[in-house]
């Protein structure tokens, strides 16, 4: 069947261009402009993203938040922020001054219809003087609650225009909505129906900056790029998989956060069972959005249920005290601003997961993130099984299994550890590692995921965000954990120091098994 | 690390102690309270001059890329002309110690080859290659078509990287042609320097014609004028050659001589105006230093500029990229301050090296280029 004409034609000198990843001509709108991740993610990505050459030549970005700023203060703010906080400096203040003549501010509520009026009207200024076309960004830079008032807001004000009008070669609207997305199940669901009667599913990117960053993209590569792992990537070869997430930072001034969400709210939904799903996943018929969506999605649906039986043995969560990170003493979570004094908030969880497919049956997969812990790393960690008889003499652990592990942050790269022979007279067996870094490889100047988000979601790439269906997975599961723990009677968390690798309860969880947690 | 090789010794004798110093060095304990050394290698980077004297020019160049991007470095100079000669030299370049970290250190070999011993040059060459790493060729002079040295050296590479501004546009297509000539299996992938300059002033003119309604404009262009920084009459610059071919491949433009005049065709054999202007005042470096796209259908005027700003030293050139559209009475103007890339070599290298092993549209620029420049005798 001969193929549709595209209904745009094509711009000739895009063929084959190596530099070419900018997107259409687009106002970028940040709903939360006064906060934290305007200053310290967003503004640095985009003026980053300009200084590369990967912005449009029609750009501007509007900032939204309830305190009064007039441009030029909410520019000199932006200017800071961009100094302290680019990964590239000192700023460029040539480029800066051109591209801060595209950044605006709007004051207002997001509740109130005139904020979205005076929005209206900021971006039709400029679409004439900045050429941005139509096109619009939303940023939701903030919390959940206010998701809800500006979906609304935006559709009133007729600030959405259909995915149609963009097939046909018009205009093109998208909105990125920070995590968390919901606090269960019922809450995303919830959310997904008020954004479902403003906006297409195809219009809708739902952030999960984990997925920006290349070692997590890497992981993709790494397994369906070389011939070499992926036969070993299943119940023949694997014993169990580990997946760390720490921290040793505390909350952070973030007390009143994290005293609605913890830690599985905060990490264990969202960024932990990515990094299962991209471990655990088949390989997708391609690299579309949604074809890669789809495997994730399968490995959600194929978790093992936690219900309030298996919750105890399978789950442990925990809650830091005071203790010794970094050299430095550090206060317990209950003594944390804006914490109550008997709060029974998890800042650390532990986790035996199933995916019970062909591929994974009887493989556990142990799962962990915690705040205040020795160090700050992030891993996953692949532990094949043991030689099936050994022929050497080892010393007292016997020969030690093979680890693969893809350390996602910092120090990003990926090391294999087998067992080599000392050099000499005795066959003395050790623990070796081949480790790729890839600082080293490529040098350490590559882009912050908030970079390659942004940019993906102007160009309305999907593939690094997370789909409606798959967060409504993600809590399904978590669901029967959070259920567990808010029944009558279920113990509070323990402590553990800060400093530590969490409560000791978490080791026994390994032990029970035969197994240990990495130190990563 | 080490003093050149005894000039007289032979060729096996000098390679013979570049290896032995090469091991010496990592199995020498790290000085005591110093982190330990950790040897990096992402490949072999050889470099490859036509002279002695922009060997050691590179050096440093290359000093500079190793340090982010470990890798063997290799830079030979070459002097066929000479006395039989072969020296060598060995260095590490390492990172500063980051506190508690190990310094990551790569190897450097400086090689001078001189007189009958260049025939040999490739055999020398392969000896000091890490074997387990692709080898990636930077030639640095000028290739003619049978150059024997070249592809004796160029057969044991995946990639070349060439500069134009060094070199000629004649060079770049012998070396085209002589890729072509080998089987697809052991065909290395085509870069170069200008090239990849060229990306920001490629990405920038794209840009252009970004909008839906300007697409149409860019099978449309009416005329072209390109400034490059070189007395007047000079011959047509490989930057400013290389644009053109890439536009004129890009939209299908034809180069013709009518009645001893040079024309340009677009695809729908319509003529369009191709204006060269020198910039003299500027420098005789033949970089490009303004483009100006033209065009015009079905109502709508495009008048696109990119045009770089003096450098005052500086090594990451800004530019300006200017828009103006008319359609009926509605006139839009945009304007934005760019960089237009880095222009300084190590960094240009650097580039180079993080970008595909090959271009397609490199070779076709090429071709197009070399057939206008023949055709028409292009002068600016």
């Known amino acids: 069947m001969p193929a549709t004409p595209p209904l745009v034609p094509l711009n000739p000198l895009r063929r084959g261009l190596v530099d070419d990843r900018t997107s259409d001509a687009c106002a970028v709108v940040i709903f939360g402009a006064s906060g934290d991740l305007t200053r310290r993610k967003l503004m640095p990505a985009l003026y980053n993203l300009a200084l590369g050459r990967l912005l449009p030549g029609g750009f501007s970005v509007v900032g939204l938040a309830r305190r009064e700023k007039t441009d030029a203060s909410f520019r000199s703010e932006m200017h800071d922020a961009v100094a302290t906080f680019s990964?590239?400096?000192?700023?460029?203040?040539?480029?800066?001054?051109?591209?801060?003549?595209?950044?605006?501010?709007?004051?207002?509520?997001?509740?109130?219809?005139?904020?979205?009026?005076?929005?209206?009207?900021?971006?039709?200024?400029?679409?004439?003087?900045?050429?941005?076309?139509?096109?619009?960004?939303?940023?939701?830079?903030?919390?959940?609650?206010?998701?809800?008032?500006?979906?609304?807001?935006?559709?009133?004000?007729?600030?959405?225009?259909?995915?149609?009008?963009?097939?046909?070669?018009?205009?093109?609207?998208?909105?990125?909505?920070?995590?968390?997305?919901?606090?269960?199940?019922?809450?995303?669901?919830?959310?997904?129906?008020?954004?479902?009667?403003?906006?297409?599913?195809?219009?809708?990117?739902?952030?999960?900056?984990?997925?920006?960053?290349?070692?997590?993209?890497?992981?993709?590569?790494?397994?369906?790029?070389?011939?070499l792992f992926e036969p070993v990537w299943g119940r023949e070869h694997v014993d169990h998989v580990q997946i760390t997430v720490a921290e040793d930072i505390g909350v952070e001034g973030r007390g009143r956060f994290y005293e609605q969400t913890g830690i599985t709210r905060d990490i264990v939904e969202n960024h932990l069972m990515q990094l299962l799903c991209l471990t655990a996943m088949e390989p997708p018929i391609s690299l579309l959005a949604d074809a890669v969506r789809d495997e994730k999605v399968k490995v959600l649906r194929s978790l093992r249920p936690m219900d309030p039986r298996t919750v105890p043995m399978s789950v442990v969560r925990g809650q830091y005290a005071r203790g010794i990170v970094r050299g430095e003493e550090v206060l317990a979570y209950v003594e944390e601003p804006d914490v109550a004094p008997d709060s029974k908030v998890e800042t650390f969880v532990a986790m035996r997961c199933h995916v019970d497919n062909w591929r994974w049956s009887g493989v556990p997969f142990y799962v962990r993130a915690g705040k205040r812990l020795a160090r700050r790393v992030t891993e996953i960690a692949i532990v094949f099984k043991e030689v099936p008889h050994t022929l050497f003499r080892a010393a007292d652990r016997g020969i030690t299994p093979n680890v693969l592990s893809v350390r996602v942050q910092p120090d990003e790269g990926i090391a294999l550890r087998f067992i080599s022979k000392e050099p000499g007279q005795q066959t003395i067996l050790r623990d070796v590692a081949m480790d790729f870094r890839y600082g080293l490889a490529f040098g350490s100047n590559t882009p912050e995921a908030y970079e390659r988000l942004l940019l993906d979601a102007m160009r309305g790439e999907a593939t690094l965000f997370t789909r409606r269906d798959e967060v409504e997975a993600q809590w399904a599961y978590m669901d029967g954990v959070l259920h567990a723990w808010s029944a009558n009677g279920y113990p509070p968390p323990p402590t553990y120091p800060s400093g530590s690798w969490g409560p000791q309860q978490a080791d026994d969880l390994l032990v029970r098994d035969g197994r240990r947690w990495r130190k990563p | 690390m080490s003093e050149p090789a005894n000039a007289i010794a032979r060729p096996a004798e000098v390679l013979a102690r570049v290896e032995s110093e090469l091991r010496t060095f990592w199995s020498t304990p790290a000085t005591p309270g110093h982190a330990p050394r950790t040897r990096a290698c992402t490949m072999n980077l050889l470099v490859v001059a036509p002279t002695f004297k922009l060997a050691a020019d590179w050096v440093p160049i290359v000093d500079e890329v190793l340090l982010a991007l470990p890798a063997r470095g290799i830079v030979v100079g070459l002097n066929p002309t000479g006395a039989d000669t072969l020296t060598a030299s060995v260095s590490a370049v390492c990172t500063p110690e980051a506190p508690g970290g190990p310094s990551v250190c790569s190897e450097r070999i400086a090689l001078s080859v001189g007189g009958a011993i260049c025939a040999r040059a490739s055999s020398c060459i392969g000896t000091l290659c890490a074997s387990h790493v692709p080898t990636t060729l930077v030639w640095l002079g000028s290739v003619r078509p049978d150059d024997l040295e070249f592809a004796r050296i160029a057969g044991e590479a995946s990639r070349l990287v060439c500069d134009a501004s060094q070199s000629s546009l004649d060079s770049l297509a012998a070396i085209v042609s002589w890729t072509r000539g080998r089987a697809e299996a052991d065909r290395p992938g085509i870069t170069d320097l200008t090239w990849t300059h060229l990306g920001a002033w490629q990405e920038l003119c794209a840009r252009l014609f970004d909008e839906p309604r300007l697409r149409p404009l860019a099978s449309h262009v009416t005329r072209v004028t390109v400034a490059q920084a070189s007395p007047a009459r000079a011959p047509l610059a490989p930057e400013t050659a290389l644009l053109l071919g890439w536009l004129g491949t890009r939209l299908g433009w034809k180069a013709l001589v009518r009645a001893g005049k040079m024309e340009l065709t677009r695809a729908d054999e319509r003529a369009l105006q191709l204006e060269l202007r020198a910039e003299p005042a500027l420098s005789s470096s033949g970089a490009l230093v303004s483009i100006e796209l033209e065009a015009e259908v079905d109502g709508i005027r495009l008048r696109g500029e990119i045009a770089q700003k003096p450098r005052n030293g500086a090594s990451n050139a800004a530019g300006t990229w200017r828009l103006e559209v008319v359609e009926g009475k509605e006139t839009q103007h945009l304007e934005q301050v760019v960089r237009l890339g880095d222009c300084n070599v190590a960094r240009l290298l650097e580039r180079t090296l993080h970008r595909p092993a090959s271009d397609p549209t490199l070779a076709e620029a090429i071709d197009w280029a070399v057939l206008c420049a023949k055709q028409t005798g292009w002068r600016a």
């Open chain 1, 87 to 227: 990964r590239r400096k000192p700023i460029d203040e040539g480029l800066w001054t051109d591209f801060a003549r595209g950044v605006s501010y709007v004051q207002g509520a997001v509740d109130a219809a005139p904020t979205y009026e005076t929005l209206r009207a900021q971006l039709e200024r400029t679409d004439v003087e900045r050429g941005t076309r139509k096109n619009r960004l939303f940023y939701l830079a903030v919390p959940p609650a206010e998701f809800g008032p500006i979906v609304e807001g935006l559709r009133s004000s007729g600030l959405v225009v259909s995915p149609a009008q963009e097939r046909q070669g018009g205009p093109w609207t998208r909105v990125v909505f920070e995590k968390p997305f919901g606090h269960d199940l019922a809450s995303a669901q919830a959310l997904n129906e008020k954004i479902a009667s403003t906006f297409d599913e195809s219009q809708v990117f739902r952030i999960d900056h984990y997925l920006g960053k290349e070692t997590v993209q890497n992981l993709l590569v790494f397994r369906f790029a070389n011939s």
